[in-house]
């Protein structure tokens, strides 16, 4: 029996027009690097980006704390949102952190229709090991064993419980780089490689350095849901706040959502929009 409750006609409805395949993709990028690259139509996935957060913009109460936010309903809205989605993906650091299922429990859905997870995790801190709740679920068949993103000829070796995506990073530029601990991958190179392996939907939860970089790039995600719990989870949380943009020399905005729409979930709000300009039509 599943813990998830399906979600009213009401509710679905308020979701539909923010599904993949619904939204028109732009077919020019910029990463937040500074470099332009051009998106071929159907080079990359349809990728909805969604979160949990408090009122003070927080989506966890430190780092390595794990924090439920969303209610039941919103919970529901999430597992039914993993149903419409080909993978999940999720950065290292949740995996480590939550050690999350990536698996959907929405009423009615197979093995067949459940969603690749996917780690992002260049520096393989993430143990993929039979502990690990993804690999569980994947054993039991309630699950599909996960994907992780690592650097070409530097992941760990595979085995049953996981495969390696690798992704080409030049090496040579950032061990001479001042931070040899991060490596940073281009997200179209992870995203055309998640569509070279058969994946037109991507729905991407977090963490924080994953949304952070991505509500920058309005062209490469389609579709942004965020519940928004009736708290404030005070300051030391995990904050979600791009790097500030300045046009001309100007400061302004890091990011605006336009098409917005709100519903309640129980006691949640979920805002659903996309990411562009300010909107001024309404
Ligand atoms: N409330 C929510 O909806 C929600 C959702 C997910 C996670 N969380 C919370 O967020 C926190 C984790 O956030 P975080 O920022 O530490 O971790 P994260 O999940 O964003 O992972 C960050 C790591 O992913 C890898 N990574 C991300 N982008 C990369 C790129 N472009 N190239 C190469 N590697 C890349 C790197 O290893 C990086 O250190 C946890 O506390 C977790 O509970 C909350
Ligand atoms: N929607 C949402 N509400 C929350 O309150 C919360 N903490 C997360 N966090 C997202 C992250 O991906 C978590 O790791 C998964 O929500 C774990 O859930 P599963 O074990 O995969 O079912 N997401």
């Not at 039941?72 to 993978?87: F, G, I, N, V, W």
């Not at 009423?107 to 520096?123: E, F, K, N, S």
């Not at 940073?184 to 991407?204: P, T």
């Not at 905005?253 to 709000?269: H, I, K, P």
Request: glycine share 8%; aromatic share 4%; net charge negative.
């Amino acid at each position: 029996m599943s813990d998830i409750s399906p979600l009213s006609e009401d509710d679905l409805a308020f979701l539909a027009s923010y599904l993949p395949p619904s939204a028109q993709r732009v077919t020019k990028t910029q990463e937040s690097d500074g470099t332009t690259s051009t998106i071929k139509e159907g080079e990359i996935p349809f990728v909805t980006l969604t979160y949990a957060s408090s009122l003070d913009s927080m989506i966890a109460l430190a780092p390595g704390a794990r924090t439920t936010l969303s209610g039941p309903e919103t919970k529901s809205m999430t597992h039914y949102l993993r149903l419409h989605h080909d993978a999940i993906l999720v950065g290292a650091g949740t995996a480590v952190v939550d050690d999350p299922g990536l698996n959907c429990r929405y009423p009615g859905a197979t093995l067949q229709t459940q969603p690749q997870p996917v780690i992002v995790d260049p520096r393989c801190r993430f143990e993929v090991s039979s502990s690990a709740k993804v690999c569980q679920l994947a054993a039991d068949g309630k699950g599909k064993a996960p994907w992780i993103v690592c650097v070409e000829d530097n992941g760990k070796p595979e085995n049953d419980l996981a495969r390696n995506i690798s992704i080409k990073t030049d090496m040579a530029a950032l061990q001479s780089s001042s931070d040899s601990q991060q490596i940073s991958m281009q997200w179209l190179d992870i995203l055309r490689a998640l569509k070279a392996e058969g994946m037109n939907s991507v729905m991407i939860e977090g963490g924080a350095t994953i949304i952070n970089a991505l509500l920058l790039l309005p062209n490469v995600v389609d579709a942004v849901i965020v519940t928004i719990a009736p708290t404030w989870l005070g300051r030391g949380g995990v904050n979600v706040s791009p790097a500030a943009q300045s046009r001309g020399g100007e400061s302004t905005n890091a990011a605006w959502l336009r098409q917005t729409s709100w519903r309640q979930f129980g006691n949640d709000v979920v805002l659903c929009g996309r990411l562009g300009d300010r909107d001024t039509t309404t």
